[in-house]
């Protein structure tokens, strides 16, 4: 027979298991503006997780795809997107596989201000990020003469096999 010892040990286990899935769960997807004067981004979507609130995954050596729905605020010729990826005390840039032009993502150029827009961004994660940890991505908007316009943040996972 058990002692009551014995059951309180294996509910604090349990309990600290538990805590520590659903905490790694909710860190697996999540997106925030991180500053915008240009661009208002209204939706980041990972392609095969539509629902931005389920789990969503990275995997290297895959192409990957978000879609971004934004308004700019002002008119602009052209948009561009760079990518930052923050791992632990290191940052890298990863490339965009449309070179990062937002007109060839699927917006309309040149965008009227107030006019919402969609892009499909697809990137190919490479082997020097870190697998099954939470990386910190920033999206940068850049107009027709490199000023920043607008920032996203996306945390993911990364998985290392599909």
Not at 41 to 67: F, G, H
Not at 91 to 104: D, K, M, Q, V
Not at 111 to 131: C, I, Y
Request: hydrophobic share 40%; glycine share 4%; aromatic share 12%.
């Amino acid at each position: 027979m058990e002692s009551q010892q014995e059951k309180a040990s294996l509910f604090n286990f349990l309990s600290v298991s538990l805590l520590i899935l659903i905490c790694s769960i909710s860190l697996a997807w999540s997106w925030s503006d991180c500053g915008s004067d240009g661009i208002s981004v209204t939706s980041v979507s990972m392609e095969d997780c539509p629902n931005s609130s389920r789990i969503c995954w990275a995997k290297k050596n895959q192409n990957e795809s978000l879609y971004v729905v934004f308004t700019p605020l002002l008119n602009y010729t052209n948009l561009t997107i760079t990518v930052n990826a923050t791992t632990g005390f290191n940052t890298e840039n990863f490339p965009l596989l449309n070179g990062g032009l937002i007109c060839s993502a699927g917006a309309p150029c040149p965008m009227v201000a107030g006019a919402t827009e969609k892009a499909r961004l697809s990137f190919l994660l490479n082997d020097s990020l870190p697998t099954d940890f939470n990386v910190r991505t920033r999206w940068w908007f850049h107009d027709e003469n490199s000023t920043i316009r607008g920032c996203f943040q996306v945390t993911f996972m990364i998985l290392k096999y599909h």
